[in-house]
């Protein structure tokens, strides 16, 4: 019986982390980010997209669950950032820069200023760990039956510094719920863990610029039913894209059960499904793995 403890998340971990090294480097390929600003307003921010901050001067942005604040002083930039529970989660991305300062509670990060650097950058990223994706309805595939469930997970921030786009720092946008995933406490995983609509129809998946869409085809090759309460989504193995409506998608995951449901297997595509239309990569997988092979067989891939 497989046994799932929820943990509580330690302080330091409501705060950011701080990666080693920069995820995304800025190229021509990019250049749809900085000329397809229809979907933008001047109040509005943009992925991948370098911005130039004048000492004294502090960027707000408003994002999914997260305020947060990025400033720059002669010999240091800080990082100030903090979650909010909200019944209605604004639907756009609220940026605003000015010179005032949150509330000096709000823990702040500092990092010293290489040089004149004036350039912040703000790249998506996937989760660094599985994600338990629990439907809030459960679903029954039928015996030699498939279905593609669409999936929205919430993103992380890297906030990279400079023209070489140095990570500084790396900022959940939504607080993720850790959740131990194992036949006991010796055997398995520290998961997040996340709930879902598992939408079936993609037109009713909304789109947000803090989520980003996982197409997860299950194909069900057994002679019986096979019931869809839980299903881990390796999120640290997904690469973030936009398509030209602005809406960000990764790989489509492909997971197979043959007899054994503890014995299913699992692949990731090495690009979004056609459904997403033409795409430019916006920030890479956290964990890289050959091109179209199968990532793993999984005995916990249903929780």
Known sequence: MI???????QEDNRRMKQPAECSLKH?????????????????????????????????????????????LLDMEW???????????????????????LPSSDIPVQRF???????????????????????????????????????????????VCIGPKQVLVASIPLSEPSLTWVGSNT???????????????????VPKRPWRAVTPVNIHNRRPQPLLVERFNLPTQLLSIHRNHLGQLWT??????????????????????????????????AREQVSRGRFVRTLDRIFG
């Open 3 to 9: 046994a799932t403890w929820r943990l509580k998340k």
């Open 27 to 71: 190229s021509p390929q990019h250049s749809l980010a900085a000329d397809q600003r229809w979907k933008s307003s001047n109040d509005d921010g943009l992925w991948a997209s370098p911005y130039t901050l004048k000492s004294g001067e502090t960027q707000h942005h408003s994002l999914g669950h997260s305020q947060i604040w990025v400033t």
């Open 78 to 100: 800080q990082i100030r950032s903090q979650q909010e529970e909200q019944q209605q989660v604004p639907k756009d991305w609220k940026l605003v820069t000015g010179h005032s």
């Open 112 to 158: 010293i200023r290489n040089g004149d650097a004036e350039m912040v950058t703000y790249v998506p990223a996937m989760a660094d760990r599985p994600t338990v994706i629990r439907p809030y309805q459960p679903l029954t595939i039928a015996a030699e039956g498939q279905c593609v469930i669409y999936v929205g997970t919430a993103l992380w921030m890297n």
């Open 186 to 204: 010796m055997e398995g995983e520290l998961c997040y863990s996340a709930q879902s609509y598992a939408r079936l129809a993609l037109d009713a």
């Open 251 to 284: 790989p489509g995951v492909n997971v197979e059960v043959d007899t054994d449901v503890n014995a299913a297997s699992m692949r990731v595509d090495p690009s979004p499904p056609p459904a997403a239309g033409p795409c430019e990569p916006l920030g890479p």
